[in-house]
């Protein structure tokens, strides 16, 4: 029989991971729905890293996070200087796992329809 730790979690098992809330799915699918008529975009589906995330010719460019962030790619230099302008931080899908050519944004919905478009074009010339 496997311990119960905190909230029914078997001990020794990775923490659970928030549901994004559903404001930020939301805003997420009607960003998604801006690229819908765009060539070579589509919405993953299944489950797991990349399932309901938006990809440009078979590649990632911008997804919620299971801990509700949204998240694009950019060039590496890009995601500097936005970290450096208190925009965000370099995707971290788990501790110790710095992703510098991803951008995180927890909240500040403002912003995420345009960075969205920004790695729509760099994701888009790098795959081709």
Do not use: Y
């Amino acid at each position: 029989m496997t311990k119960q730790g905190k909230r029914g979690q078997s001990e020794g098992s990775p923490p659970r991971t928030p549901e994004p809330d559903s404001g930020a799915r939301e805003k997420f699918r009607r960003i998604a729905a801006q690229f819908a008529a765009a060539p070579g975009v589509e919405l993953g589906a299944g489950r797991g890293f990349g399932s309901g995330a938006l990809k440009v010719n078979g590649k990632l460019f911008a997804l919620i996070s299971s801990g509700g962030q949204f998240v694009a790619k950019l060039p590496k230099q890009r995601v500097a200087e936005l970290v450096g302008l208190g925009a965000g931080k370099c995707f971290e899908p788990r501790p110790g796992r710095l992703m510098k050519e991803w951008i995180a944004l927890e909240g500040n919905h403002r912003r995420w329809a345009d960075l969205a478009a920004e790695a729509h074009r760099h994701v888009g010339r790098i795959a081709g």
